[in-house]
């Protein structure tokens, strides 16, 4: 089975300045990995994800992730977050290879909080 | 419909009651997710099921919880004799194939309380 792991709970940021989240993950098949925004009261909506091809992903909300395989690692950046970014981010992972059981983990969560 | 729906959007019940939650996917999608996400808590699996398959209920947390899935589409949970540790959120999440190059999308969530 596959697992993930963000490392940090809370990442609280000035408005403009760059932020990096992070998310590891553990797999012994190939993997699919997304992350995921849950802004105030709402529910998760997709962000960006990785499937295949290029490691560099772009999303929504000129977000980004690098996939790195060697360091099983898919962390989260924007080069300059607003105020509307303030939100929880999850990271997911799941495996084309995995049918029948639940094949979807996620992390533990991210709360980002931008400080004006 | 062109997301997934959750009812009731909030729900308040007193200890000891049963509940039912009631999710309907994106037509056509054959994998379905519960989770639930307590206050500041991330995402906690509860079931999952794939089409005709049975169901993965490896996270329900105790036998007062159960799911059902009608004709591969309408999801119900149901928790019996609430208690208070179950308030929480429940999420519903929906793909159109598990273990494939597909995204799960989730309806709003139900906020249950229990009193």
């Known amino acids: 089975a596959q697992s993930v792991t963000q490392l940090d709970s809370q990442v609280p940021v000035f408005e403009e300045a760059p932020v990096e989240l992070r998310c590891n993950y553990s797999s012994s098949v190939s993997v699919y990995l997304f992350w995921y925004v849950q802004y105030p009261n709402q529910g998760l909506q997709l962000l960006l994800k990785y499937l295949s091809g290029s490691t560099l992903v772009k999303g929504i909300n000129g977000f980004e992730a690098e996939f790195n395989k060697s360091q099983t690692s898919f962390h989260l950046r924007k080069p300059s977050v607003h105020i509307s970014d303030t939100a929880e981010y999850f990271c997911?992972?799941?495996?084309?290879?995995?049918?029948?059981?639940?094949?979807?983990?996620f992390g533990t969560g991210t709360r980002l909080t931008v400080i004006p | 419909g062109a997301g997934v729906s959750q009812s009731p959007s909030n729900k308040v019940t007193e200890k000891g009651k049963d509940v039912e939650l009631r999710c309907d996917p994106i037509s056509g999608h054959t994998a379905l997710y519960w989770y639930r996400q307590s206050l500041g808590q991330g995402l906690e699996f509860l079931i999952y099921?794939?089409?005709?398959?049975?169901?993965?209920k490896s996270g329900l947390p105790s036998d007062r919880f159960s799911a059902e899935r009608t004709g591969g589409s309408v999801s119900t949970l149901t928790i019996q004799r609430t208690q208070q540790e179950d308030s929480a959120v429940y999420l519903c999440?929906?793909?159109?194939?598990?273990?494939?190059?597909?995204?799960?999308?989730f309806g709003q969530g139900t906020r249950l309380t229990v009193v």
């Open positions: 997911a992972v799941t495996s084309p290879q995995q049918t029948g059981a639940n094949n979807l983990f």
């Open positions: 999440a929906s793909s159109l194939f598990a273990g494939m190059n597909t995204e799960a999308f």
């Open positions: 099921f794939q089409g005709n398959s049975a169901p993965d």
